[in-house]
């Protein structure tokens, strides 16, 4: 069975390494030690874990009025604007967003480099890699 060191962990939670150990301290979230002493949380608690905090009623108020789940915040780094179309680029964590809308839209939203927006995602067709750990 996997296993996930704290900095792991917090990475795949999207969280920081400070706020998984505070979950494990407080009880929230289940950890062993390995053999070098080392924090790990066994793959399957992660799993349940990250479910559970995807179905957090605090979480994101969007999701309750939208049926697209993916919703991805971050900041605008790039938008390219024509006469007619735009490119926008948002920095998620460590996810590259790029959305092609209207000018128009664009526009409207006031999108402009170093703005918050939430890239929200809804697809019929995903693709999913396996992620090898090394």
């Known amino acids: ?3 996930f060191r704290i900095s792991e962990a917090a990475e795949l939670l999207g969280v920081s390494n400070d706020t998984v150990r505070r979950w494990v301290d407080a009880g929230r979230l289940a950890a062993d030690r390995d ?6 949380v066994a793959g399957q608690d992660l799993a349940a874990f990250a479910r559970a905090k995807a179905g957090d009623p605090d979480a994101d108020e969007g999701t309750r009025f939208s049926s697209a789940r993916n919703r991805l915040r971050g ?3 790039a938008v390219a604007k024509d006469t ?3 490119q ?4 998620a964590g460590p996810f590259r967003v790029v959305s092609l809308m209207s000018r128009e839209a664009v526009d409207e939203l006031g999108l402009e480099v170093g703005s918050v927006a939430v890239a929200v995602i809804k ?3 995903v693709v999913v890699e396996r992620a090898d750990r090394s």
């Open 1 to 3: 069975m996997a296993s």
């Open 35 to 40: 053999g070098q002493g080392h924090r790990v």
């Open 75 to 77: 900041i605008v780094t």
């Open 84 to 86: 007619v179309m735009a």
């Open 88 to 91: 926008v680029d948002i920095q």
């Open 123 to 125: 697809s019929t067709n």
